[in-house]
């Protein structure tokens, strides 16, 4: 949900590109009434669910152990990348006139919508790597822990008949 989430804002910020600076600050500073706590609850339950997963593979430290690692990894930088550049930028923007942005409000933008596709795509390549760990481990607990019984092979149904 989460990367979907930024996707979306993503899209839709784009689309601001195209107006002056008026219209895009007072569209920020409606989005900024609850986008961010959207934001929030999308992102932090991800993190330790992310991390439980992790740890629930760590005995392993195969394939899906990886790539749950790399996706929380990827989470954290969200995070980081949200703090750090973001929030400082939503608080600033909060308080622009709507009538009179600020001269460098374009800057503002722009260093904005650069740490949100950042953000962005490490999201879209955390839920990837999930996804991806998801099917690994699926695929490994289905795969046949013994021989097949007699007069069967893995790939026939019974007594040998391919199905």
Do not use: K
């Not at 997963?53 to 930088?77: D, E, I, K, N």
């Not at 995070?79 to 750090?84: A, F, G, I, M, N």
């Not at 950042?118 to 390549?125: K, L």
């Amino acid at each position: 949900m989460f990367a979907g989430f930024l996707v979306t804002v993503l899209v839709f910020e784009l689309s601001l590109r195209d107006f002056d600076a008026s219209v895009y600050t007072q569209v920020r500073q409606v989005e900024l009434l609850r986008l961010d706590d959207l934001a929030s609850a999308t992102l932090l339950p991800a993190l330790p669910a992310t991390a439980i997963l992790a740890a629930t593979a760590v005995r392993a430290r195969g394939r899906t152990f990886w790539l749950t690692v790399a996706a929380f990894t990827l989470l954290l930088s969200v995070l980081v990348t949200t703090v750090v550049f973001n929030l400082p930028i939503n608080s600033d923007q909060l308080h622009w006139n709507v009538q009179a942005p600020p001269a460098d409000w374009a800057s503002a933008r722009n260093r904005w919508q650069i740490a949100h596709t950042v953000r962005t795509c490490a999201a879209v390549v955390a839920f990837g790597l999930l996804s991806a760990a998801a099917m690994s481990t699926t695929h490994t607990s289905h795969r046949p822990s013994q021989a097949p019984p007699p007069g069967r092979t893995a790939a026939s149904g019974p007594a040998g008949v391919r199905s």
